[in-house]
Every structure is written in C-alpha cells, then in structure tokens.
C-alpha cells in the first residue's frame, strides 16, 4: 500500500483525532450516547489513516498529499 497523505495531513488528522476523542469522554460523562458513538467513529477512522499513512477517499479521487513518487 503506498501512503498518499502528507506530513502536515497526518499531524492534522491525529490532532483531530485527539480532539474527537475528548468530545467522546465529555459526552459520555454527559450522557449523551449518541454524539459519543459517532465522536469515537470518526476519531477512529482519522487517527488509523494517519498511522498508515494512506486514505482510501484519496486514492478513490486521485488526491495525493506526500511528495513521494
């Protein structure tokens, strides 16, 4: 699999990934269920394309962030 995000794309997603993972604990403590669930979705989906390094909705529409060939 070849990575398709950037640097400064994968610093983002991980910062808001952080942050979807502290509206999550915050909702919960709240109660409220259903921004929880989807806070730890979206959080979950940013934080492991930004480990890997690749995003299947760039590859589907050809956007390429890193400067790797």
């Not at 915050?26 to 989807?38: A, K």
């Not at 806070?39 to 890193?66: D, H």
């Amino acid at each position: 699999m070849t990575t398709n995000m950037g640097t400064i794309d994968r610093t983002l997603r991980l910062i808001v990934a952080a942050a979807l993972f502290y509206v999550a604990l915050v909702s919960q403590s709240l109660g409220d269920g259903g921004v929880y669930w989807v806070s730890i979705a979206i959080a979950t989906i940013f934080a492991v394309t930004a480990l890997v390094g690749t995003c299947p909705l760039y590859s589907l529409l050809g956007i390429k962030t890193s400067r790797t060939v």
